[in-house]
């Protein structure tokens, strides 16, 4: 950013929560009739997408997708809930924490299926990188959100160099200058 451009006003985490309900069909399903793990990945994504859409006001791109385990299983004919929020909003990148519910239709019971945290980055549309507005945590849950957030930034940041090394030591530095980070 420039020295003439002005830092954008601090977004709340209210501003970027996103929420989307989807009933499960036998097209999202395996032979069993329970929910495929991509497809649930695939919901995940679109859901922090939207709100690291709404934080940035710009296009996002998922750079990263953090460990899941799948819960429960969800059925053909279940209610699958999902609900996001930006954590934290670093230069040109936000973690987005999402957490998905499964709701049985003929029992209105919900059980926690899933939860995720993504990484995304905000482009322009030649797909440079842009800066996102700061996130102001208000509450005692955003702020330890907001701290965790940091938290798995540095160890994302971590791993991403013991990997590099790791693959500098199989493959000598000359083979891996292309390599992802």
């Known amino acids: ?31 069993l009739g329970n929910l495929l793990g991509g497809r649930l ?20 791109v998922t750079a990263a997708m ?10 053909v004919g279940d209610l ?9 909003a670093f230069s040109t990148s936000m973690e987005v924490g999402v957490k998905v519910w499964v709701e049985n239709t003929q029992t209105g019971v919900l059980l926690h299926v899933a939860s995720a945290y993504l990484v995304f980055v905000a482009i322009d549309q030649n797909g440079r990188r842009v800066h996102v507005p ?9 702020q330890r959100r907001f701290e965790g957030a940091l938290r798995r930034r540095e160890y994302r940041q971590a791993e991403a160099r013991r990997r590099k090394l790791a ?3 199989q493959n000598g530095p000359e083979q891996t200058e292309n390599a992802p980070a």
């Open 134 to 142: 700061p996130l102001k945590p208000v509450s005692a849950d955003e």
């Open 167 to 169: 693959l500098q030591t």
């Open 1 to 31: 950013m420039s020295s003439t451009e002005s830092q954008p006003a601090p977004r709340l985490v209210s501003d970027s929560q996103s929420e989307m309900t989807e009933i499960i069909l036998p097209n999202d399903t395996n032979t």
């Open 80 to 88: 699958l809930i999902l609900k996001s929020r930006v954590n934290r």
């Open 41 to 60: 990945m695939h919901f995940i994504d679109l859901t922090g997408a939207m709100a690291a859409y709404r934080h940035s006001r710009t296009h996002v």
């Open 66 to 75: 953090d460990h899941i385990d799948f819960i429960q299983p969800v059925h």
